[in-house]
């Protein structure tokens, strides 16, 4: 069975940090990239950035470049957001999709297999 389990959401002030989890099973994780995309109430779902298991992270907005930093590791089927210097603008529901191979080079939604479920992020003081 597919999973991919987002965690470490949470409340933060803003200017704090967070790391978000992406942990996969149940296909070859290795084989997949891993993007993460974020949905604001009423607005459609937003494309962040991805990695493969080759190549360095794909931004696909250029705003969250300097603050989002992805990572890998493979020996744990995990994905991991850091988020630094965190806005109340970045406050919504993070997801984290698979699609075989290689990062979409759009970054649409549609284009990735597998999505997590979620997990909120909330900046405020």
């Known amino acids: 069975q597919v999973q991919l389990v987002e965690s470490g959401g949470g409340l933060v002030q803003p200017g704090g940090s967070l790391r978000l989890s992406c942990a996969a099973s149940?296909?070859?994780?290795?084989?997949?990239?891993i993007g993460w995309f974020r949905q604001a109430p009423g607005k459609e779902r937003e494309g962040l950035l991805c990695?493969?298991?080759?190549?360095?992270?794909?931004y696909y907005v250029d705003s969250v470049k300097g603050r989002f930093t992805l990572s890998r590791d493979n020996t744990k089927n995990t994905v991991y957001l850091q988020i630094d210097n965190l806005k109340p603008e970045d406050t919504t529901v993070y997801y984290c999709?698979?699609?075989?191979?290689?990062?979409?080079?759009?970054?649409?939604?549609?284009?990735?297999?597998?999505w997590g479920q979620g997990t909120q992020v909330t900046v405020s003081s």
């Open positions: 990695i493969n298991s080759r190549d360095s992270p794909l």
């Open positions: 149940g296909f070859a994780f290795n084989d997949y990239a």
């Open positions: 999709a698979a699609r075989p191979r290689y990062c979409s080079v759009s970054g649409r939604e549609r284009d990735y297999t597998y």
